[in-house]
C-alpha cells in the first residue's frame, strides 16, 4: 500500500507528488495518457511566480513579456510595459515533462497510460498498458482535471462554469514584448495574443458559446498560417468541497483556476503543495476521515481563496457588460495615473492588490456607475 497515490501527472499532480515524495512519503503518480504533457491544453503563459512554483530549470521557457496591450472594439488599445519581465511564455509540453521527471527524482513512481475506471475506500481499480489493477493507497490527490473523473466517481459537486477554449499557433509579426487582451473577441470572457518568438503567436479565445464561430472570425486577423491547434475546457468557480472519502482534489479538478486571466499554474501548484503537506499529517497521525481532511481546504483557502473568490464576481460582472460599456471602461483606464496604478500593483496572481488601489482613484467614480447600472449590486453581495 502506497501512503499517497496522485491521479493525474500534469503540473499540479507532479508538484504533489514530489512534494509528496521528497517528506518520505511512499508515492505513486498515475496518468492515463502514453505521453507526459500531450494532449497540450492551456496557453503556456506564466506568471513569474507560476513559473517559480514549478521547480524546473529554464528550457522549457520559449519567450518572455513585459507587459499587455488591451484592445477596445473598434481596433485600438493601449498599453501597460512594465520594461521588465513579467511573464513567461513556455512549452507546456516540456514543462510537464520536467516537472514529471523531478517528481521521480524525488522517489515518486509513475505509471503511465493508466486509467482509474472506480474508487472504493483504500483501492483504486486501474485499467493500463499492464491490464486490469487494483492500487492501494492511504490517502488519494485527485489531479486529473476538468473533467475528473475521481469526482465524479466520488459523486463531488463540480465547478459552477466551464468554458471551452481554442488556440492556434500561427506565423504572424506582432509586438514581442506584449500580450493583446482582446475583450470582445468572446464577450464572456476575452481573446488574447501572445508572441512565442519572432513573427509567431499563440490566438486563441474561451467562451461559453458560439466558440468555434468567434474563433474563426478572430482568427482571419492574423491571416490562416496556423503551424498548430489545440482545444481544451477551463473551470471556473471553486467545486463545493475540496476534499471527501480520503481524497484531495488540486488544480483544475477542484475548479482552482484564476477566473480573471484563466491560468491555472499558479494556483494550482499552490493548492498541491498544501494538499501534499496534509497528505503527510494524515500519514503520520493515521486519520482519514473529513475533519481531518478539511484542513487542506482551509490552507488553501487561506492562501489564495480570497483571490478566486474576487476573481469569480469579477467574471461574472465581466458577462453583464455591453460592448460600449467594456470600451468606456478601457478608455477610463489609459488616464495616465491609472496606468501607472497598474504598473505598480498588478499582478496577474493577486489582483485584490491592485482593485485596493483603484478603488482610491477619482477616475474610478465613472467605471463604478457603469458597473451598478449593469448589475454589480447582485453580483458583489
Not at 503520520?284 to 487542506?296: I, K, M, N, V
Request: hydrophobic share 40%; proline share 4%.
Amino acid at each position: 500500500m502506497y501512503d499517497v497515490v496522485v491521479v493525474g501527472a500534469g503540473p499540479c499532480g507532479t508538484a504533489a507528488a514530489r512534494r509528496c515524495a521528497e517528506m518520505g512519503l511512499s508515492t505513486l503518480c498515475l496518468e492515463e495518457h502514453g505521453t507526459i504533457g500531450h494532449p497540450v491544453q492551456c496557453a503556456g503563459l506564466l506568471s513569474i511566480a507560476a513559473w517559480e512554483g514549478c521547480r524546473v530549470g529554464r528550457k522549457p521557457i520559449l519567450h518572455q513579456v513585459r507587459g499587455a496591450r488591451i484592445m477596445a472594439s473598434d481596433g485600438t488599445g493601449f498599453s501597460f510595459d512594465a520594461g521588465t519581465t513579467k511573464a513567461y511564455v513556455v512549452d507546456r509540453g516540456a514543462l510537464d515533462r520536467e516537472m514529471a521527471g523531478s517528481a521521480v527524482t524525488a522517489g515518486a513512481e509513475l505509471q503511465l497510460k493508466t486509467y482509474v475506471r472506480s474508487i472504493e475506500d483504500t483501492t483504486l481499480r486501474t485499467v493500463g498498458m499492464n491490464g486490469y489493477r487494483e492500487v492501494s493507497g492511504r490517502i488519494f490527490i485527485a489531479a486529473d482535471g476538468v473533467r475528473s473523473g475521481i469526482a465524479r466517481m466520488l459523486g463531488m459537486g463540480r465547478s459552477p462554469v466551464v468554458l471551452a477554449g481554442i488556440q492556434a499557433e500561427i506565423v504572424h509579426d506582432v509586438n514581442p514584448d506584449l500580450v493583446e487582451v482582446h475583450p470582445h473577441a468572446s464577450p464572456d470572457f476575452f481573446g488574447w495574443v501572445i508572441p512565442i518568438g519572432k513573427n509567431r503567436a499563440r490566438v486563441g479565445l474561451c467562451g461559453g458559446q458560439q466558440v468555434r464561430e468567434r474563433f474563426t472570425t478572430f482568427l482571419q486577423h492574423f491571416g490562416t498560417a496556423c503551424t498548430d491547434l489545440v482545444t481544451g475546457a477551463l473551470p471556473l468557480g471553486v467545486m463545493p468541497r475540496t476534499y471527501g472519502r480520503r481524497t484531495l482534489f488540486v488544480g483544475d479538478a477542484a475548479g482552482l483556476v484564476k477566473p480573471t486571466s484563466g491560468g491555472g499554474i499558479y494556483t494550482g501548484v499552490r493548492s498541491a503543495m498544501h494538499a501534499a503537506e496534509v497528505a503527510a499529517i494524515c500519514c503520520e497521525t493515521g486519520r482519514f476521515d473529513d475533519e481531518a481532511l478539511a484542513e487542506y481546504e482551509c490552507r488553501w483557502r487561506a492562501d489564495i481563496g480570497r483571490e478566486l473568490a474576487l476573481g469569480f464576481r469579477l467574471f461574472q460582472l465581466r458577462r453583464t457588460l455591453t460592448v460600449k460599456e467594456v470600451d468606456i471602461i478601457l478608455q477610463t483606464f489609459q488616464n495616465p495615473d491609472m496606468v501607472a496604478t497598474i504598473l505598480q500593483w498588478g499582478d496577474m496572481d493577486r489582483p485584490s492588490k491592485l482593485v485596493m488601489q483603484l478603488i482610491k482613484k477619482p477616475e474610478i467614480l465613472r467605471i463604478l456607475h457603469i458597473l451598478f447600472r449593469s448589475g454589480v449590486r447582485q453580483i458583489l453581495k
